[in-house]
């Protein structure tokens, strides 16, 4: 069954393998052969040696008589996560030449559970950029259409799960870097709570934001590659303290008061209205009411709602996010690893130069805005007075969630621009993250949902918010919404 | 009554890094021990890896909750850890990690001894902060090394008030911290090695002036260079003053070689350090159970068990402040009680002969040739008459100076010196009429009602009788024999 192993997803092509339709060898052949032929610029590192051996060892385990849903299923990874087996760049020069000597938490819990990695994956320097047209090693292709941006900054994760090259693949969400390239590719991803993956091994760019999350073709491929992600671990200090959860067995447990015709009867999701402002794409709106529509045919009630300080929700990312990011890249300083100038006066001129030649524009712009807006003088007016309107943010979300269980919305204003479109003016795509950024600044699960084409047959994405902790309760809505419905199964003409 | 120097009052507050005894560094598991080989006790934590992230040692908290408890200071339930930006290759993040806003030990009071009277310096604060690396220079010419090894080992920050008023003044609460934090366990004391470095911020005044401008003499590490800097730094201050210069707030390092202080920077060129909360640590929690814990496992603090001495033992005050300077000397003094010699024999020794040797010979307690069970078994012969308290004090002197390592009988000792009092009446008289036949002054001078001259008839009586005499004795016969005569 070679020529079709690349269609298949996470749970299908596991339970290929375990029927032994197809082995964890001859999958990740099939893929390794389509990454290596990657047009979309998607993979930064194809690790064949690594992938083959590893499909060998899962393969083994399997005869031995292991089982498991992931054992000897390929996936690939944002290459903002450390890996022993590859080199990381987090898609900067400045970690030139760089191997880390241990697994990211993410990953080591990914190989355990028998995934095979192919490589590593593109991505916005330092994952800031919602285009992936900030990564060092150049901008990302949309498979859909490879003049326009996959979004990001997790782009070469969306890019590659959409274009087939890999059933799923890590990301991580600091503003909407999962849930926005997932919509522009029309692939379903999810952010979950903050602390529900652990960050050890995932290179910061704005702690208090990062979260990790998988990106894949279906709600249930994300469910099982949540499970054996997340969890607990000692050394991340803001990771949550709770069992492992089994996100597969929440997304399939039925509501009460659920029939077949209506698995999402009693259901109530709000739809803030700050989130459809009239200036909203029309075909971005349609496409969304339309999968909001299908969901009330599956039982659930939409519910007006209000989220009254989106719109602020800008310029606090975009002073907490930098401030974080100034401080966290300061250990990128040509002292022990990465890239060091050649040529330099003295100290302070070997901080400069190295950091200077090696960081790329946006990077710096946002290292710039953060050391401005921690400075003595301004902090008060900008880093603590942000702060405060993040707490309103979250408390906002409480009140929603006094009304409705789920929140909805679109995931960006537009469908993916064109490459370069944006030109030299960041501001533009900074605004454009309107909708993923107040759920990421509250720490809240988010989901993105493919709902259908829009403009130049693009995909839309629908946005699904929940209270902490309640991936189950949004897998369990984009899962039967994705049973009911083909948006997910649209792909990119080959 | 303040002691003013050259017309100024002096203005002194302290800032003390205390290196916490914890196996592990303060956010990593590398071990702290000091002295291996460079870079091999640094972790990918401590390397500032990408990816790598900070967890808390909870010993290194449980440490600043004792010291907060000893000083009697408030337990913050919630303190917060912040980033201190700046640029430095021996500081591999790019930051240190410090409490700021809100450190876990805030207020509480350092008690100390000056001029025989108990004092105390008010605390600010103390907070947890990771130490720095080392930068090793001149190891290669135009390179420097770095030694990260120190990187991340724990400190615990101690800030006082403004409260003392002297270079000497100054050492003592120096002394009485650095006795206190080793007492509690949380510190090893070590100087040399850097666990306990002191900042003195030095500032002087005309009596009701305002506080002065203050100048900080970073990193002492000694209490002799502490003395000697504070003493210098007032100096110069005030000779600026006099000479109609403003004294500019400045961080100065002290130079044991020339004994002067020289500027490093002045709050002009201070860095904008841009601290804000370390997002990678949650809140630092000390619940009241967690005090409770710590508490029940506290050493008994030096002033309580000064009480107990006085109370069971029946020290004098003096005595028991002594015996309680530090957790060595409480030891040593229980020990040598124990082993049945008499409480106050024990002070008298340790506070006059012992301290004396060690003074003399530059040792610790820890390192006395006559320990503690030794002393005892001394004091106990000199107790029960075995020998006069003059004896005593050879038998000290031949158990002092034996042979290190060699063990010592007392008993044996006795015997070969021939410290025993002479017990024989006759031998005893025949010195004594000695001593009255050969000093025919002396006791001219005693029956013309000069007692001076009966005490110097004892003397020469106790010197003739090679000390052995019992003194009492002596005594006792001469007052017949002189009667009599």
Request: charged share 20%; net charge negative.
């Amino acid at each position: 069954m070679t020529a079709a192993l690349h269609t298949l997803g996470v749970a299908e092509l596991g339970k290929a393998i375990a029927s032994g339709l197809t082995s964890s060898v001859e999958a990740t052949q099939a893929l390794l052969a389509r990454a290596k032929a990657d047009t979309l610029n998607a993979f930064l590192v194809v690790d064949e040696a690594g992938a083959l051996a590893a499909a060998k060892a899962a393969d083994a385990r399997r005869a031995a008589g292991e089982a498991g849903p992931l054992l000897g299923v390929p996936v690939a990874h944002k290459d903002i996560f450390v890996t022993e087996d590859t080199p990381t760049t987090a898609g900067s020069r400045i970690l030139e030449g760089y191997r880390s000597p241990f697994d990211a938490t993410v990953v080591a819990r990914l190989k355990a559970a028998g995934t095979v990695s192919l490589g590593k994956l593109n991505c916005d320097e330092f994952a800031m950029g919602s285009a992936n047209e900030n990564s060092a090693f150049g901008p990302v292709r949309n498979p859909w259409d490879a003049t326009r941006v996959p979004g990001g900054s997790s782009g070469g994760s969306a890019a590659a799960v959409a274009a087939q090259l890999v059933p799923a693949a890590t990301g991580t969400d600091t503003g909407g870097s999962i849930r926005q390239p997932a919509g522009f590719t029309g692939v379903t991803g999810i952010k979950p709570t903050y602390g529900v993956c652990s960050r050890f091994g995932m290179i910061a760019f704005a702690s208090s934001l990062d979260q990790a999350g998988p990106l894949a073709r279906t709600a249930e491929d994300c469910a099982l590659l949540l499970s054996a992600m997340s969890g607990f671990d000692e050394r991340d200090s803001t990771s949550v303290q709770k069992p492992p959860q089994d996100f597969h067995a929440q997304m399939l447990a039925a509501r009460t008061g659920a029939s077949a015709a209506r698995p999402l009867e009693g259901l109530r999701i709000g739809l803030p209205k700050e989130f459809f402002p009239a200036a909203l794409a029309a075909d971005v709106g349609g496409r969304v009411r339309a999968a909001l529509a299908e969901m009330e045919k599956l039982g659930a009630t939409l519910v007006d709602v209000s989220l009254p300080r989106t719109e602020l929700s800008i310029p606090v990312y975009y002073i907490i996010a930098p401030a974080e990011a100034s401080s966290n890249l300061s250990r990128y300083d040509g002292v022990r690893y990465g890239h060091r100038a050649a040529k330099f006066a003295d100290l302070a001129d070997m901080y400069r130069k190295s950091r200077a030649e090696a960081f790329g524009p946006e990077v710096k712009r946002r290292i710039m805005i953060g050391t401005y807006v921690l400075s003595h003088g301004y902090y008060d007016a900008y880093y603590l007075q942000a702060q405060k309107i993040r707490r309103m943010i979250a408390d906002d979300f409480q009140a929603c969630f006094q009304q409705c269980d789920l929140i909805a919305g679109p995931i960006a204003p537009t469908v993916a621009w064109k490459i370069g479109e944006q030109g030299d003016d960041p501001v533009k795509a900074y605004l454009a993250d309107i909708f993923t950024l107040p759920g990421s600044l509250a720490g809240l699960p988010g989901m993105s949902v493919p709902a259908g084409l829009g403009e130049g047959g693009m995909p839309v994405g629908l946005q699904l918010l929940g209270n902490y902790f309640a991936e189950g309760t949004l897998l369990h809505a984009a899962h039967h919404l994705q049973l009911a419905t083909d948006f997910h199964t649209l792909r990119p003409a080959a | 009554m303040i002691k003013l120097v050259r017309g100024y009052e002096v203005v002194i507050g302290f800032e003390t890094h205390t290196q916490l005894s914890t196996e592990s560094k303060i956010f990593s598991g590398a071990s702290t021990a000091f002295g291996a080989a460079p870079n091999t006790q640094a972790s990918a934590v401590d390397l500032a890896l990408p990816g790598t992230l900070p967890v808390l040692n909870r010993g290194a908290v449980e440490r600043a909750i004792r010291l907060g408890l000893a000083v009697n200071a408030t337990i913050a339930p919630l303190s917060i850890f912040a980033r201190k930006n700046y640029f430095y290759p021996d500081l591999p993040k790019g930051y240190q990690i410090s409490q700021y806003e809100i450190p876990v030990v805030q207020g509480g009071t350092v008690p100390y001894t000056f001029e025989g009277e108990q004092r105390t310096v008010r605390l600010t604060r103390a907070h947890l902060e990771e130490d720095a690396g080392k930068s090793i220079h001149g190891a290669q010419i135009g390179q420097s090394g770095i030694d990260l090894n120190r990187a991340g080992t724990p400190l615990l920050e101690i800030v006082t008030e403004p409260d003392l008023r002297s270079s000497t003044e100054a050492v003592e609460y120096a002394k009485a911290l650095h006795a206190l934090v080793v007492w509690l366990g949380i510190c090893d004391g070590n100087m040399q090695e850097g666990s306990f470095r002191c900042d003195a911020n030095v500032s002087v005044r005309k009596p009701g002036q305002p506080f002065g401008t203050r100048r900080e003499i970073k990193n002492l590490n000694s209490f002799r260079f502490l003395q000697q800097a504070i003493d210098y730094e007032i100096d110069w201050q005030i000779s600026e003053i006099e000479d109609g210069r403003e004294i500019v707030q400045a961080t100065v390092l002290f130079d044991p070689d020339t004994g002067e202080t020289r500027m490093m920077r002045t709050k002009e060129d201070a860095q904008d350090y841009r601290y804000f909360p370390d997002p990678d640590l949650p809140p630092l929690v000390v619940s009241r159970e967690w005090v409770e814990e710590v508490k029940a496992r506290m050493p008994e603090l030096p002033r309580a068990m000064a009480a107990r001495f006085v109370a069971q033992d029946g020290l004098p005050e003096y005595d028991a402040a002594m015996m309680t300077q530090s957790l060595a000397t409480a030891r040593f003094y229980e020990a040598a009680r124990d082993a049945g010699a008499p409480a106050k024999l024990v002070a008298n020794w340790v506070m006059g002969e012992i301290a004396r040797r060690l003074n003399a010979e530059g040792k610790e307690l820890s390192a006395s040739p006559v320990d503690a069970p030794l002393l005892a078994a001394m004091l106990r012969r000199i107790a029960d008459g075995t020998i006069p308290n003059a004896a005593g004090r050879k038998l000290f002197e031949a158990l002092w100076s034996r042979p290190a390592g060699t063990p010592a009988d007392v008993d044996a000792l006795i015997e070969q010196l021939g410290l025993k009092p002479m017990e024989d009446a006759g031998a005893l008289e025949a010195i004594i009429d000695e001593v009255l036949k050969a000093n025919q002054k002396s006791v001219d001078e005693f029956r013309a009602g000069k007692d001076k001259a009966f005490q110097a008839l004892v003397g020469q009586a106790m010197k003739a009788s090679k000390g052995k005499a019992n003194p009492a004795q002596v005594n006792e016969m001469l007052r017949k024999k002189l009667g009599n005569v």
